[in-house]
């Protein structure tokens, strides 16, 4: 008996094996850096363990699956095919086997994949959380008011128990969504600039009953403490101090483009990794801002995927906030590589639903 296999879902499968291979060698060759935050998972030296918080559950969760047990390049041979699979169950494109610009990219994704989600990892959570969301904007069994109410209430969840900051996407693109029934000339640009302004007044609204903006208490106390290190060559430092509001505004615009426009970056030539994470971060949002385009300008017919889209950049505005270097920005962006994929994808994940 004869099978046949699609190329590409052939290529998908041959691009998945040969990662793997890169995810159980991870553990030999990538420099301790790589590992801190492994580390504090999986030893717990400061008894962290607990119910709220992504360190705090995260070591529960690698506890009570009993990884925390396992050898590192044992446990990337039972995450990555988990991660993988996931993605198989999106969707495989029908060009996936040709090399373009897109493929291009999703492609470096998985080496990332496997790079970054190889060993114990908050990621690998984020990861399933947003499979989980990506899942229920591709049933249409749920009515599209369902499909809003469950993702906002699931960003709302894992936001209170996990990431505080995935609890402010729905603020921010529920914004986005409103401004963009407005008819500015430049639709696209102008939702994203009033996104981060809905950044900035989430941050000051914050300092005001807090005392300290997110990206003091943030982004600016990470990097205070390893200004020094070598470790750190990619920090995100704001051009003005942050403890006024002028200064919070500036750093919250600065460091949205710093995350997604990384074009300061390429002054690191001498470190080849954060070039080439430059070069895929600029290609990336290049093309997710032109089907986000697409998206509004055709909103009824392309409803779900404008939420999709919406959840994406808001995500992306808080990056800018939050985010202390360019290598936790990379590693953040793999861990929504669910949602990353199917906004690539989504005319042809439409076509295999109708």
Sequence with gaps: MQILIKKSTAAFLLIASANLVVAFLAFFVLPPKFFYDTAIIIYDKYNEIGYFGSYPLTILFYKIIGFRYLPFPV?????????????????????????????????????????????????????????????????????????????????????????????????????????????????????IFYGLLIAVFLSLSYGVLK?????????????????????????????????????????VFYGFFTVNLPLNGLKHILSPQIIVFVIWQLLLFYILLVRFSKCLKERKEYRYELLTMFILFSFFILQGVFEPDLGSAIRHKIGIFPLIYFALYYEHFRKELQ
């Design 211 to 251: 005392g300290k903006y997110f990206s003091e208490i943030s982004r600016e106390v990470v990097n205070s403490t390893r200004l020094v290190s070598g470790d750190a060559n990619s920090i995100i430092t704001a051009p003005v101090k942050t403890d006024t509001w002028y200064g919070e505004t500036i750093s």
């Design 75 to 191: 446990i990337a041979l039972i995450q990555f095919p988990i991660l993988m699979y996931i993605l198989y169950k999106i969707g495989i494109p029908g060009n996936f086997e040709k090399v373009n610009i897109k493929n291009l990219l999703v492609y470096l994704g998985i080496f990332m994949i496997a790079i970054f989600i190889s060993m114990p990892s908050k990621e690998f959570i984020t990861y399933l959380f947003i499979a989980l969301i990506v899942f229920v904007c591709c049933n249409k069994q749920f009515s599209f008011r369902k499909t809003i109410l469950i993702t906002v209430g699931l960003l709302i969840v894992f936001g209170a128990l996990y990431r505080p900051y995935f609890a402010l996407i729905p603020i921010v693109g529920g914004g986005m969504y409103l401004v963009s029934f407005v008819n500015f000339k430049n639709k696209t640009i102008t939702t």
